[in-house]
């Protein structure tokens, strides 16, 4: 009997000393290859960007419109965990363009803010938002600081080109446009300076859409509203995947 005890004892083999002394390699994804990025980059979340136009109530004063979006993103930034929203807010006489910077929690707090003031105020001083298009993942952000300009004097456009183009190339320009714009705030901004200045109508006429334009938009039916956005937004995916299909089938054909 203790001989056959030896036998099992040393039957047993030796654990390997190389898979000691192997190099473990740190599994990795694509998830956390944006997220080592951003924190590379002092991001907490991933950035998006929004292009907005809408309807505004008359003689609206910049300070008015510039002290209201203050106290909304302060707000948000308040009970929901996100970056701080950076951008452009071009007041024209009766409509207005904004380029909005920030996580995506942050930028559907301000659609539903949209929606729900939309709804619940008759005398909501903002009409007819529609959203032209959302960038998501941006690499960097192009504004340094959240912006209000006035478009003071209206410009006179000798013809509407929105009777003579379509709807694809009209975007096509006013993307154009915005982009060049973008870039410009962006070269000429000063570090620690917020205030953009109401001359961007003197500085560069070639690189704000005519406001004609910005009303277009809002009528266009091509582009969503924050409601119609917000109810694809929490609407929920069914996909059906390759292992839930099963033969026979269970109806018959």
Same mark, same amino acid.
């Given at each position: 009997?203790?001989?056959?005890?030896?036998?099992?004892?040393?039957?047993?083999?030796? /654990?390997?000393?190389?898979?000691?002394?192997?190099?473990?390699?740190?599994?990795?994804?694509?998830?956390?290859?944006?997220?080592?990025?951003?924190?590379?980059?002092?991001?907490?979340?991933?950035?998006?960007?929004?292009?907005? #136009?809408?309807?505004?109530?008359?003689?609206?004063?910049?300070?008015?419109?510039?002290?209201?979006?203050?106290?909304?993103?302060?707000?948000?930034?308040?009970?929901?965990? *996100?970056?701080?929203?950076? *951008?452009?807010?071009?007041?024209?006489?009766?409509? $207005?363009?904004?380029?909005?910077?920030?996580?995506?929690?942050?930028?559907?707090?301000?659609? !539903?803010?949209?929606?729900?003031?939309?709804?619940?105020?008759?005398?909501?001083?903002?009409?007819?938002?529609?959203?032209?298009?959302?960038?998501?993942?941006?690499?960097?952000?192009?504004?340094?600081?959240?912006?209000?300009?006035?478009?003071?004097?209206?410009?006179?456009?000798?013809?509407? #080109?929105?009777?003579?183009?379509? !709807?694809?190339?009209?975007?096509?320009?006013? /993307?154009?446009?915005?982009?060049?714009?973008?870039?410009?705030?962006?070269?000429?901004?000063? #570090? *620690?300076?917020?205030?953009? *200045?109401?001359?961007?109508?003197?500085?560069?006429?070639?690189? !704000?859409?005519?406001?004609?334009?910005?009303?277009?938009?809002?009528?266009?039916?091509? /582009? $969503?509203?924050?409601?119609?956005?917000?109810?694809?937004?929490?609407?929920?995916?069914?996909?059906?995947?390759?292992?839930?299909?099963?033969?026979?089938?269970?109806?018959?054909?």
């Amino acid at each position: 009997m203790p001989s056959m005890a030896r036998n099992r004892r040393s039957s047993k083999r030796p /654990f390997p000393l190389e898979s000691l002394l192997m190099p473990q390699v740190p599994r990795s994804n694509y998830l956390h290859l944006l997220e080592e990025t951003q924190r590379l980059q002092l991001k907490k979340f991933l950035l998006h960007r929004l292009f907005l #136009v809408a309807n505004i109530q008359a003689n609206m004063e910049k300070k008015e419109i510039a002290e209201y979006y203050d106290q909304v993103f302060q707000s948000i930034l308040k009970h929901h965990l *996100g970056e701080a929203v950076t *951008g452009l807010s071009l007041i024209y006489p009766t409509s $207005m363009l904004q380029i909005l910077e920030s996580s995506n929690d942050t930028l559907h707090q301000i659609l !539903l803010d949209y929606f729900n003031r939309e709804r619940n105020e008759t005398e909501f001083w903002v009409q007819k938002v529609k959203i032209i298009v959302i960038s998501h993942n941006i690499p960097t952000r192009i504004f340094m600081h959240w912006y209000v300009s006035a478009v003071k004097v209206p410009v006179l456009y000798l013809d509407d #080109v929105t009777q003579s183009q379509s !709807l694809e190339e009209v975007i096509t320009d006013f /993307f154009t446009q915005t982009h060049k714009l973008a870039l410009y705030i962006f070269k000429t901004g000063k #570090v *620690g300076a917020k205030g953009l *200045g109401d001359n961007l109508h003197q500085a560069v006429p070639d690189l !704000l859409p005519p406001e004609q334009i910005i009303k277009y938009l809002c009528k266009s039916e091509e /582009f $969503m509203d924050p409601e119609t956005f917000i109810n694809v937004y929490n609407k929920p995916m069914h996909v059906t995947s390759d292992a839930e299909v099963v033969w026979p089938a269970p109806s018959s054909f």
